[in-house]
């Protein structure tokens, strides 16, 4: 169980960066990258989907032993509203192309959760 509670806190640790990645170039107006205003759809996302708390809540029943059935929960919670924001990142390609990096391991680390539980419950 040690090795999914790793991937718990890795998941977690990853949304904490990109959360702070979508802020940072909201917060500094970036326009040369993104359009401010595709960006500031996606930070809404983040908040609407309770992305903070999602994470906050993998480290902290993560950090010292493995709660799967809570931990299943909040990344199922997770993959509702990365689905959402892909597919809007998809739909606005050419303002927001620079998420697509951001995107690929948060939605790698969620398969590694599918194959978990598939194997665990099969």
Partial sequence: MKFERQKAIML???IHEFIKYVRKNHEN???FRFNIDKLYQVKL??????????????????QYSW?????YYLVDG?????DVIDDYVKNNYEE????????YPLKDL???FNRIETETYA
């Fill in 45 to 62: 996302l983040v908040e609407e989907y309770k992305f903070e708390m999602i994470a906050d809540e993998l480290l902290r029943i993560n």
């Fill in 67 to 71: 709660d799967g059935k809570y931990t």
């Fill in 96 to 103: 927001l192309y620079l998420l697509t990096a951001r995107l």
């Fill in 12 to 14: 977690a640790e990853t």
């Fill in 29 to 31: 107006k970036n326009s």
């Fill in 78 to 82: 997770f993959k509702k509203g990365i």
């Fill in 110 to 112: 969620l398969q590694l």
